[in-house]
């Protein structure tokens, strides 16, 4: 086993006593770029690595067996593991939000569907026609325009936009990766 196997192995074994979650970018045969798989370090041994793997969204997502000599790179702590840790920790409290094909929102209009939102405090993501992704609570809704308290993917606040629903490619409302970014800006809001 080489140098850098070895690093890998001790720092998975730290992660597996510690509990910590671990990014792990494994080569393939299928693609020139490594795959990214996140999770908690089942086991490790000198020549192989059993990972528990958890989805973007903190669910459980099977388990994995590769190889140490197949790991191109680590990636232990930042924001990321952070939120898919908060995620995780919260599985069953984190997607409360059920739009049901059975019930007539009324939502076809767009600016029926972005009041919807604000009335109700969903979190929203629009993509518009030049492929920019806007995501967020709704703050005002204008006969043409909407107003979006944007909120980033780990949580934070990010100003506001201002879109002109014409643009409005697509609009999501209260989605797993909506909820998801919610409760993750709620938690570090302390709520």
Known sequence: MGE?????RAVLAHCKAVGDLVECYVETDVSDFPVCQCGFVESVNDLQLSLCLLNGYGEPDGIINVRLDEIVRLQVGGKLLDNIRILYENRGKVFTEELLPSQDHGLADPLDAMNYARENRLL???????????????????????????????GQSNGFALVRTEDIARLDIGGK???????IHQAKLGR
């Open 124 to 154: 929203v993501s629009i993509l518009d026609d030049y492929k920019g992704r806007t995501a967020g609570f709704v703050t005002e809704v204008g006969s043409d325009w909407v107003q979006i308290e944007q909120i980033l993917p780990d």
């Open 4 to 8: 850098t196997q070895d690093k890998f």
């Open 177 to 183: 990766q909506e909820q998801s970014t919610n409760f």
